[in-house]
């Protein structure tokens, strides 16, 4: 017996036996919005990887009876595109894994909340989507276990340092893998942990913590012995150098996780990632205290190919900005001097991720091809923190050789930026999230056997990895 509310015709509370009634009214008044029919699939298309158990959303939108105390909410917060989180300016190109909401999806939540958001025939809804086991977004074939990171409940000025740590991958032959997942077990801490792939070698000691302590102020501003607020990164032993080039190819990869990430999968394009024979991990981790000590326990999904692939995916974790980025305390409409990376040999973009820190407005990615054409292919117009978006073109993009992306940011110290930590300040490249960072990380397409640092000349960014 399933219990439904039909409004109007049946008195509410009524039980009938569903698969005898036909939902069709019996005049010609359009049928109501109901939840069954228009309203589970967009959420199921649209919400559902994030708000179901064990991810990050608050609440699970699976069942009309976990739906319908939001449905005002849900009404306010789609007519203000503020859910899906999606940042990408519609006007400049398509993209696969485009979460937002249509204007006519919008207008059947709209219209089924104004209705008194009914749930409808239970026939009429879609099969549930059946979700991988254990909150992973892919199936894995392998899992490797990360390191064990105890998170206290009150650091001293509630502020933990960057934390790494290295462990063996477990993985005895060269591997090409297809999708990779990094799982936190306790998303209610977990800022961001980003891996990086590095060659094993006989003097590395596993499972050791290294913290990256900054000295602080008062306000938990890192600031130098004498008290001064830090240098400028380029006065920084070792940091921000615009020359420090193009690192070593770590191989095997480099992915993090960050609230709403969608895992890294490479099927798409028919791609892989080679994770070389015995690489050690290295998880660099960055936790926020919540008032209860808890143990991360991230873990590492990935599946794996049969056959080597076409294609090898490279992603590239880069910082641009440079010695003479630096934002005046007040300034509103900073732009950071730009990045250019010009390419040395053709290849496809396939994944873009603009990451700033707090003070981060905007972000815009061009090509400008050999013959000075420049096509702008991301555009994100209201940059938010909070949400690290990976966008991932529909089609690949061709990036001729000799080619240039060009990244322009701006940023807003402004007391009109709600998050500002601090307008009074001049703000410099740092990894802390009260300096700032320019970094447009992006992914390529290349033949398999291209080395991830030959494919970039040398230009004013850093490469913290890239592979
Ligand atoms: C990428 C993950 C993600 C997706 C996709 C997503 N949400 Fe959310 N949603 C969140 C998170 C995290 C929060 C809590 C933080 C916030 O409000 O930003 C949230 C908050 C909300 C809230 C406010 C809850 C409150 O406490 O007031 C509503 C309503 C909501 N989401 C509806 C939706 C709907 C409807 C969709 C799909 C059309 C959707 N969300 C898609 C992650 C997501």
């Not at 615009?242 to 990869?253: D, F, I, L, Q």
């Not at 990244?407 to 007391?415: F, P, S």
């Not at 291209?450 to 913290?464: I, Q, W």
Request: charged fraction near 20%; include cysteine; proline fraction near 11%.
């Amino acid at each position: 017996m399933t219990r439904y509310r039909w409004a109007g015709v049946l008195a509410a509370g009524t039980a009938i036996v569903v698969a005898t009634i036909s939902p069709k009214a019996a005049d010609d008044t359009p049928a109501p919005v109901t939840f069954a029919k228009d309203v589970l699939p967009i959420l199921q298309r649209n919400c559902q990887s994030c708000h179901r158990p064990g991810q990050i959303a608050p609440m699970s939108l699976l069942s009309y009876e976990e739906v319908r105390p939001w449905a005002r909410a849900i009404k306010t917060k789609v007519e203000s595109r503020q859910m899906p989180p999606w940042f990408a300016d519609p006007q400049y190109g398509r993209f696969a894994n485009d979460r937002s909401l249509g204007q006519p999806d919008i207008d059947t939540i709209v219209k089924w909340v104004d209705g008194g958001a009914p749930q409808g025939n239970p026939a009429d809804a879609p099969q549930a989507i059946e979700w991988p086991a254990d909150g992973w977004q892919i199936k894995p074939d392998i899992i490797v276990r990360g390191p064990e990171f105890r998170v206290p409940a009150h650091p001293p000025k509630n502020v933990i340092e960057w934390t790494t740590m290295v462990v063996p991958s477990g993985f005895t032959k060269a591997t090409w893998v297809t999708s990779m997942e990094l799982k936190p077990s306790d998303l209610s801490v977990t800022h961001h942990i980003c891996i990086t792939f590095r060659p094993h070698t006989p003097n590395v000691k596993y499972y050791v913590m290294n913290w990256q302590e900054s000295p602080r102020d008062a306000e938990g501003v890192a600031i130098t012995e004498e008290g001064q607020q830090a240098p400028p990164p380029s006065a920084r032993p070792g940091g921000g150098s615009p020359n420090a080039g193009v690192g070593p190819g770590t191989g095997g990869g480099f992915f993090c996780y960050v609230p709403g990430v969608q895992a890294d999968d490479y099927r798409l394009y028919g791609a892989a990632k080679l994770i070389p024979a015995n690489a050690d991990i290295t998880f660099a981790a960055h936790y926020t205290p919540s008032g209860k000590e808890v143990v991360d326990r991230p873990l590492v999904g990935f599946t794996v190919a049969e056959t080597p692939p076409q294609k090898q995916w490279i992603s590239y974790g880069i910082s641009g900005g440079g010695p003479t980025f630096a934002i005046p305390p007040n300034d509103s409409n900073y732009l950071s001097p730009p990045m250019e990376m010009e390419f040395t040999t053709d290849v496809d973009l396939v994944q873009m991720m603009p990451h700033m820190h707090l003070r981060g407005k905007d972000m815009t990615y061009h090509l400008v091809y050999p013959d000075g054409r420049d096509e702008i292919v991301l555009n994100v117009p209201k940059y938010d923190f909070n949400w690290q978006i990976v966008y991932r073109p529909q089609t690949t993009i061709r990036i001729p050789k000799g080619a240039k992306l060009h990244v322009d940011a701006h940023y807003n110290n402004g007391t009109s930026n709600k998050f500002n930590p601090n307008p009074n300040q001049t703000v410099y490249i740092g990894r802390m999230t009260w300096e700032e960072m320019m970094a447009p990380f992006f992914g390529i397409l290349v033949p398999r056997d291209v080395e991830a640092a030959s494919v970039l000349k040398r230009g004013n960014f850093v490469l913290d990895g890239g592979a």
